[in-house]
DNA sequence: CGATTCCCCTGATAGC
DNA sequence: TGCTATCAGGGGAATC
């Protein structure tokens, strides 16, 4: 499931890999993963242009486009749950794409490549995506820009400008529990389940607490948190709890090191006790009953 | 306004 | 063995 972390990692890859490339050729063997085109204009616009950039907006990926004299484009996809982006050589065998250079998961054949883009220089871009879930936009510069998606992101937590009296003062006005709010992407971008429970794990904090009741020492605490942990799991190149992997197919090794995600019943790395699962609203949070209490 | 539920999907796993 | 039920989960939309 990438979070900024792992969407960090992939753009990083992407960005060594595919900018300076021309897009020669436009596969979609999914064709609701455009929200914008249909298959057929899609795949139109898309041929002959080039790739001038990548960036990460949240857990977007952001691609910029240009043709000789065309308007500018962007290229907006969210891979959700299991979708990551893959650099490589590949050949279409019946309707599956084959890896010519090291497989993914084990196979050969990845039979969940949903888009791939082939370029000039006999490479291809695929998106894998088990579940379906990922999303493209495709649109001008400025429309891409200006959608709700991007419009109404909360700050890059890893960026300078992101300050602790930045922090203060949105979650001095959020209502919501901790675990929600950092699963907010309103509130901040690019922090999904595994990081949530990472961060409130180091912070002690329940992911119960309301946020707007932490004193500003706490608070200063989850604030530190949240960068300590996403920078760790940056440098870390993600982490691949189950299907992430990197744009070459490498997988990221947060996990090996993490503190509780998906470690129920394991006891915690700090104080011993069993480590507790517990949904919070639709998501699965894990944290320990012992040094993370509700404080009035 | 916030909180909850549904939906989109498929693979893994548990239960029979 | 093989079937079915359940769950995982990002996030937007609809609903309470």
Sequence with gaps: ????????????????????RKIVG??????????????????????GKKITGVERRGKNILMDLS???????????????????????????GDKWESLNG??????KNSYIRLMLTL????????????????????ERKEIENLPELKKLGPEPLERGFTFSE??????NKKSA?????????????IGNIYSDEILWLSRIHPLQPISSLSKERLQKLFKAIKWVLQKAVRLR??????YRDSSGKPGSYAKTRFVYRKAGEPCPRCGAKIISMKVGARTGHFCGKCQKISA
Excluded at 67 to 90: N, R, S
Excluded at 120 to 139: P, Q, T
Excluded at 238 to 243: A, F, H, L, Q, R
């Design 1 to 20: 499931m990438p979070e900024l972390p792992e969407v960090e990692t992939i753009v990083r890859g992407l960005r060594k890999k595919i900018v300076g």
């Design 26 to 47: 436009v596969w979609l063997g999914w064709p609701k993963l455009v929200k914008s085109h249909n298959p057929a204009e899609f795949a139109r616009i898309l041929k």
């Design 67 to 93: 043709a000789p004299k065309g308007v500018e484009l962007k290229l907006l996809t969210h891979q959700k749950m299991t979708g990551h982006f893959m650099v490589g050589k590949w050949r279409l065998a």
């Design 103 to 108: 497989g993914h998961l084990g196979h050969k």
């Design 120 to 139: 000039d220089d006999g490479r291809g871009l695929g998106l894998s995506d088990v579940r379906k879930f990922a999303k493209i936009i495709l649109g």
């Design 167 to 172: 922090f203060e003062k949105i979650a001095k």
């Design 178 to 190: 901790a675990k929600r709010a950092l699963l907010d992407q309103n509130f901040i971008a690019g």
């Design 238 to 243: 993600g982490s691949s709890v189950s299907d």
